[in-house]
């Protein structure tokens, strides 16, 4: 069964490092997503891409967030001055197209980011 | 805004006993419902979706859930747990416009830990 890949599964970096979360979605996969988990806590949309643009995004995905797609299977989260409170577990997911029957996320195993 | 309650944080149950786990959502509308399983170190995988139709939708694992509009609940059943079944369940909701379509954003509950006694 095809699925979303995410590396690293375990980040460490100082604060203030830049990161990228790095997600491969499933090949025919139109809408990609990315959402966190403070430990403890909600999972947590963050934003969602669309067409190679920014589709809907929350107050959490301020200017230090940013997505990109590279090329035509990477999918990438860059957080660009990480803090103590980005520390989290990172999911990236991906579905088919817009269509209700399809309106199905798939999720990748997580990053989890450790920021000290 | 939409918001999914998930009352319990933790349960635990005998193998072989019966399980539910409750999900009450806010919408002005019917949502799209799920509910995703969490296995330690696994991502987040679907048992079950509701759409439209038949309020009482089957999943993988032996999992089903019912949709209750009155009671604006989502609720997950099992008839007989298994020591696999021990994840944590997620349950969520995404939105739609009123043509009917939606972005996708998924809006999760707080999640319960399910374990299970041999």
Same mark, same amino acid.
């Given at each position: ?47 969602? +891409?669309?067409?190679?643009?920014? @589709?809907? *995004?929350? #107050?959490?995905?301020?200017?230090? $967030?940013?997505?990109? =797609?590279?090329?035509?299977?990477? +999918?990438?989260?860059?957080?660009? @001055?990480? *803090?103590? #409170?980005?520390?989290?577990?990172? $999911?990236?997911?991906? =579905? ?21 | ?118």
């Amino acid at each position: 069964e095809p699925e979303v890949t995410q590396t690293p599964s375990h980040q460490v970096t100082q604060m203030g490092q830049e990161v990228i979360l790095r997600c491969v979605p499933i090949s025919n996969h139109l809408y990609f997503y990315w959402y966190r988990q403070i430990l403890g806590q909600k999972v947590e949309f963050l934003v969602s +891409f669309y067409n190679n643009e920014i @589709s809907e *995004k929350s #107050e959490i995905f301020d200017d230090q $967030f940013s997505v990109e =797609r590279p090329d035509g299977s990477n +999918f990438t989260l860059k957080i660009r @001055s990480t *803090k103590l #409170e980005d520390s989290a577990m990172y $999911f990236c997911a991906s =579905r088919e197209r817009l269509a209700v029957a399809k309106n199905i996320q798939y999720f990748g195993a997580g990053t989890r980011l450790s920021v000290l | 805004a939409q918001s999914v309650t998930q009352p319990d944080i933790h349960i635990t149950v005998s193998e072989g006993a019966s399980l539910e786990l409750r999900c009450n959502y806010s919408y002005g509308a019917t949502p799209y419902l799920f509910w995703y399983v969490q296995s330690p170190g696994q991502g987040l995988q679907l048992l079950l979706k509701y759409f439209s139709g038949d309020t009482l939708v089957q999943g993988i694992k032996g999992f089903e859930a019912e949709f209750k509009r009155s009671q604006s609940s989502f609720n997950l059943r099992k008839p007989s747990v298994h020591w696999s079944d021990a994840a944590e369940y997620f349950c969520a909701v995404v939105s739609r416009n009123a043509g009917g379509t939606s972005y996708g954003k998924l809006t999760f509950g707080q999640g319960t830990i399910l374990t299970v006694h041999p």
